[in-house]
């Protein structure tokens, strides 16, 4: 399906096997009649609708090409609101009149199907007689097949909507916000007379992971139920070393990533690059961009793919944002830029004043993007999960800022300072624009702090949590920017009707546009306590929690962007509000229950064990009238420490049981997991740590995290 690769020699396709597994261009050409096949791939590149009558032949060709590799159902793909993909198969069997068995599939099937979908979230917008949703294909994403040991699964991916229309699933808002963006850039392209028919966000996401043995998975009930430990000693030596990064990557998990590898190119999936990250046992994979849509696709695949062949590999794949307290977290970086349909970057800083005049248009409009709607982005990242990381020591800060470098700085400020109205050559060199073309391989950018940063030729939101669909964050981005480009877009006609030159207006209007929002530009350190201080001067809010975060749904402004572009019904973003406060709610008090549940049967029985010991050895010792203030001072303290525990972990039940009675609202039940859970759980934390230290290893019921770490 990607251009490239049709037309990469046979021999380098075949090594790859790329895409082997999707019904792609190739595919299609070999199983479908000639105007079939036209009408088909026209529908894919053009965005157009599904003519119904070919259906029937697509879907014959397309269960053709299935049942040659080895496919015996197939299922509609689709991603609900729980931030997971779901599935149904269903064989291609059916019986004949006479009972005779038949291998068929529909052009009914493939378009449309109806699942039960009861039991997804739906926020209230389904009551439960009417709980019935459908999903239909989505031409634009390929088809593929998922491999089993006895065969495979045609897989299509689908949007989900309820029968009244109300979307129940993250790719209907990323398509319709992806029009959106597409519509308004093209307007701001019209303007300055280089017209497209369309555009389309691009997005490599680079994806970071742990692993750890599955052994010591499978005897932490935490990270099997939770994702992450929410117990454990930090080990002697962490990360402090930052010998992890970018060094050898051990045999046996170059096995798993080839392994990954493998299975992602067959499904066409580009990845490209591997490597270590900082932290111990944490690794990153990269593919080569795509249009969002596929790639928010492949994205969901790609993890799923990783959590399969860990687990046939002997790993655990953790995609938590933060598995291990102490070490690095893991996030998703967002690559983000706008491409035109005949393949022009639109951030890539061009060769001739004009290019440059039209990038530093765009851009201005992300920056605009950002400092309008920096809330939304910060909500679009709000999860349970990256609460542990946003604004921890190693990832970028909960304030949204964007970071441009000094080079690109010092160009706006003076297109922010007027100095672009007379487009001379002189001027150019003033304003530094023939230093642009640098820009693209100006190495300072490598600041790793900015939440949204520019690298060249595109953005890159840094925010996004490793286990995230990137669905949800780029909604919003895809709006902000739609709503800044607009804004551009009527300045721009202003100028243009009292006769300015489109290159100065432009120019103009980049600068007006910066002037007004440079306040979210910081290109210095976000890691640090003074920062948040300029930021609060600035009026950046610092939103530090998820239920803060999400505050944002219940806000006028926001929606009104969202639902006067069409992205959301003002119902469809309460119901979606209440299911991110409730997702958010219940991973917490999992977390809750399994920190009990372990200190219970665990950690308790242990440290009880550990001190019938040292009591036992201190009474002996005493007994055999030995002096041994020490050990007694040591067992005080122990037993001091087992005590706090206790007492610890009974404050924690009660905080459980009280809240159950309370019944609070969402918000408010969110707004006491924050304030008052996670500290009682901490506390019970510290406590089990504190005694890990001092215990036994034998005695340690759990691995421990020098295990789990460097093991
Ligand atoms: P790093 O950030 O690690 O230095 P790169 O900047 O080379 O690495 O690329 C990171 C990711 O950005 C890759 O997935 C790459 O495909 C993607 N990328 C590069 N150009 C674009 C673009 N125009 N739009 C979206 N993503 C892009
Ligand atoms: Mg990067």
Redesign the pocket.
């Known amino acids: 399906m990607l251009p490239e690769t049709r037309h990469a020699p046979a021999a380098t396709r075949t090594a790859l096997d790329f895409g082997a597994d999707t019904y792609n261009v190739d595919a299609m050409r070999e199983t479908l009649p000639r105007p079939v096949f036209e009408k088909l791939v026209a529908t894919i590149q053009r965005g157009e609708r599904l003519d119904s009558k070919i259906a029937d032949e697509v879907a014959h060709g397309m269960k053709e090409w299935a049942v040659a590799r080895g496919a015996t159902h197939f299922t509609h793909w689709f991603q609900p609101l729980n931030g997971q993909s779901a599935e149904k198969h269903d064989a291609f069997l059916t019986l004949s009149g006479d009972g005779e068995p038949l291998v068929r599939f529909s052009g009914g099937q493939l378009i449309q199907a109806e699942p039960d979908a009861s039991s997804f979230p739906s926020g209230g917008m389904r009551s439960t007689f009417e709980a019935r949703g459908y999903t239909a294909w989505d031409p634009t994403s390929p088809a593929f097949l998922m491999r089993h040991e006895r065969g495979a699964t045609l897989c299509i991916p689908t949007v989900f909507l309820s029968w009244k229309g109300e979307t129940l699933d993250q790719k209907t808002p990323l398509l319709r916000s992806v029009e959106e963006v597409s519509r308004s850039a093209c307007r701001v392209l019209k303007l300055l007379r280089k017209p497209a028919a369309r555009v389309h966000p691009?997005?490599?996401?680079?994806q970071e992971y742990f692993l750890v043995d599955r052994r010591f998975w499978d005897a932490r009930p935490d990270l099997v139920v939770a994702g992450r430990t929410v117990l454990g000693a930090p080990p002697p030596k962490g990360q402090q070393m930052e010998d992890h990064y970018f060094g050898a990557v051990p045999e046996r998990v170059l096995a798993f990533m080839e392994d990954v590898e493998h299975a992602a190119w067959a499904l066409g999936i580009p990845v490209?690059?591997r490597h270590n990250e900082v932290a111990p046992h944490q690794y990153e994979i990269?593919?080569?961009?795509e249009d969002v849509n596929r790639a928010a696709d492949h994205n969901m695949l790609l993890m799923e793919i990783m959590r399969r062949v860990a687990a046939r590999r002997g790993f655990a794949c953790l995609l938590h944002e933060k598995p291990f307290s102490g070490v690095n977290g893991s996030g998703k970086?967002n690559?983000?830029?706008l491409?035109t349909d005949d393949g022009r970057?639109l951030?890539?800083p061009g060769s001739d004043p004009h290019e440059n005049a039209s990038f530093l248009l765009f851009a201005s409009a992300v920056i605009r993007a950002v400092h309008r709607r920096g809330n939304l982005l910060r909500a679009g990242v709000a999860s349970a999960g990256n609460d542990h990381r946003l604004g921890a020591n190693e990832a970028p800060p909960a304030i949204v800022s964007v970071f441009l470098g000094e080079a690109l700085t010092d160009i706006f400020d003076a297109c922010a300072a007027g100095k672009a109205a007379d487009v001379t050559q002189k001027t150019i060199v003033e304003l530094g624009m023939s230093r642009l073309p640098q820009i693209a391989k100006d190495n300072t950018d490598r600041n790793r702090t900015s939440p949204f940063a520019f690298?060249?030729?595109?953005f890159?939101f840094r925010a996004v949590g490793s286990s995230q669909a990137i669905q949800v964050p780029n909604v919003f981005v895809n709006c902000a920017v739609a709503e800044a480009l607009d804004e551009v877009a009527d300045r721009l006609e202003k100028r243009l009707k009292a006769k300015q030159d489109p290159t100065a207006a432009a120019l103009a209007v980049a600068g007006e546009v910066y002037r007004e929002s440079k306040a979210v530009v910081f290109n210095g350190d976000g890691y640090t306590q003074e920062w948040v201080k300029e930021a609060g001067r600035r009026g950046l809010p610092n939103l530090r929690d998820t239920p803060a975060a999400l505050g944002v749904y219940a806000d006028a402004e926001a929606r009104k962007l969202l639902t006067s572009r069409g992205i959301f019904l003002e119902h469809e973003l309460d119901a979606r509000y209440l299911i991110q406060l409730e997702i958010f709610v219940r991973s917490v008090e999992i977390e809750a229950s399994v920190l009990l549940r372990m200190v219970d049967t665990g950690v308790l029985p242990a440290v009880l064990k550990q001190q019938e010991a040292a009591a036992r050895s201190l009474t002996a010792a005493k007994a055999a009238g030995a002096k041994v203030p020490a050990q007694e001072k040591a067992f005080a303290e122990y037993a001091a420490g087992v005590d706090e525990l206790l007492a610890r972990k009974a404050a924690l039940e009660a905080a459980l049981v009280k809240i159950k009675k309370a019944h609070p609202e969402a918000p408010a039940h969110a707004r006491w997991v924050c304030d008052e859970l996670r500290p009682a759980m901490n506390a019970v934390r510290a406590a089990s740590d504190a005694l890990e230290a001092r215990t036994e290893g034998a005695l340690w019921p759990f691995p421990t995290y020098h295990q789990m770490l460097f093991q």
């Open positions: 691009t997005m490599g996401t680079e490209k690059t990269a593919p080569i961009f970086h690559n983000w830029s491409a970057n951030l890539d690298t060249g030729n595109k890159e």
